[in-house]
């Protein structure tokens, strides 16, 4: 049987509530840091909305009456509540093989993340991840999402084209930033944003699990 050719060279994941099992537990310390410093606590969907946001966008959208003088405050209160719980967070069921699959196949991987350079770092430093993606981009270090910029970065770095790209993400800010950098998109509906909100950004689909993301990215990728 003669292999299929492959469509896209470079895959990129967003990361919380796409490959890492976070979307609550951010909602929750955004909402608790919020009360901390005395704004209006979001409600569950608006503190869900801001993932993938760079942390101080999302915070500031999050809390649009705690004033600017005020945000460095904030984002310490949410790192402090953040790192109470970071050891009760893992990746999804799933993400190690699918990860492994695409690896087996030569797809160069990255991540494309609104966390922190040192945040991401210190996930992807476990034993289990350690050599696993050949690349990455966090808010802090270029454009937040939507913006392209990240994308096109990643793109430059391994001389990949938009249209032998693919990016994979739980929110609209991914499946924008996509659109931004002419590159297509898959979306998952597990995550942060309600899948209702992906049709008008075009992902090529929507996978309702890891398993059918893995399913998809066999057939199509």
């Known amino acids: 049987m003669t292999e299929r050719p492959r469509r896209f060279d470079l895959i990129a994941f967003d990361w919380d509530g796409t490959l890492y099992d976070s979307t609550a537990v951010i909602a929750r310390c955004i909402q608790l840091a919020v009360a901390d410093v005395g704004g209006t606590v979001p409600?569950?969907?608006?503190?869900?909305?801001?993932?993938?946001?760079?942390?101080?966008?999302?915070?500031?959208?999050?809390?649009?009456?705690?004033?600017?003088?005020?945000?460095?405050?904030?984002g310490e209160r949410y790192r402090h509540h953040y790192m109470a719980h970071h050891n009760d967070l893992s990746l999804f069921d799933g993400v190690l093989p699918l990860l492994q699959r695409l690896r087996q196949r030569h797809h160069w991987l990255a991540v494309a993340t609104g966390k922190s350079r040192r945040g991401l770092d210190e996930v992807l430093h476990t034993v289990e991840l350690k050599g696993m993606f050949d690349g990455s981009r966090t808010a802090d270090k270029t454009a937040g999402k939507p913006h392209p910029r990240m994308l096109h970065e990643l793109m430059r770095e391994f001389g990949v084209e938009p249209e032998r790209t693919l990016m994979?993400?739980?929110?609209?800010?991914?499946?924008?930033?996509a659109?931004?950098?002419?590159?297509?998109?898959?979306?998952?509906?597990?995550?942060?944003?309600?899948?209702?909100?992906?049709?008008?950004?075009?992902?090529?689909?929507?996978?309702?699990?890891?398993?059918?993301?893995?399913?998809?990215l066999d057939d199509h990728a």
């Open 43 to 74: 409600s569950d969907e608006a503190a869900r909305y801001v993932i993938g946001m760079g942390l101080m966008q999302a915070l500031a959208h999050a809390a649009p009456d705690v004033p600017p003088e005020r945000y460095p405050q904030l």
């Open 168 to 177: 994979i993400g739980d929110t609209t800010h991914d499946l924008q930033m």
């Open 179 to 216: 659109l931004n950098a002419g590159c297509a998109s898959v979306a998952v509906s597990y995550g942060a944003h309600e899948p209702a909100t992906f049709a008008e950004l075009q992902p090529l689909a929507v996978a309702h699990s890891v398993a059918e993301l893995q399913r998809w």
